[in-house]
């Protein structure tokens, strides 16, 4: 799985946030294996010249699953670890929705719709 951040230019994007955000959300979707092929951060904040409000921070993540359409979520924090932390958890639960939804034992069985022919 590949992870992308892109930030405005108001919030840190060095090589730790990168890591962090790495470090997240491979911890929190390792478990759907090969069915999440990238996912995208945007990092931005909301307020940047006045510090009005303490959840100004805003962390979108944008989950590639093979074969469906991106799930995308968003969550806002005091900072960007939060907001990645926060978007992460909320990705995981998203990402375990849709990928149960689509799984094949949720697929009508052909012998459940169609009557048995006499033999």
Partial sequence: MQVFLNTDP???G???MGEHLTDVVKSALDR???SVTRVEAHISDEISHVKATPDEIQCTLEARLVGLDPVVV???AGNA???ISGAAGKLKRAVASVLDKHEPRHEPRLGAIL???PV
């Fill in 10 to 12: 108001h919030v840190d």
């Fill in 14 to 16: 060095r090589h730790q």
């Fill in 32 to 34: 759907f294996g090969e």
């Fill in 74 to 76: 968003k969550h806002r």
């Fill in 81 to 83: 670890h939060q907001a």
């Fill in 115 to 117: 009557p048995d022919e």
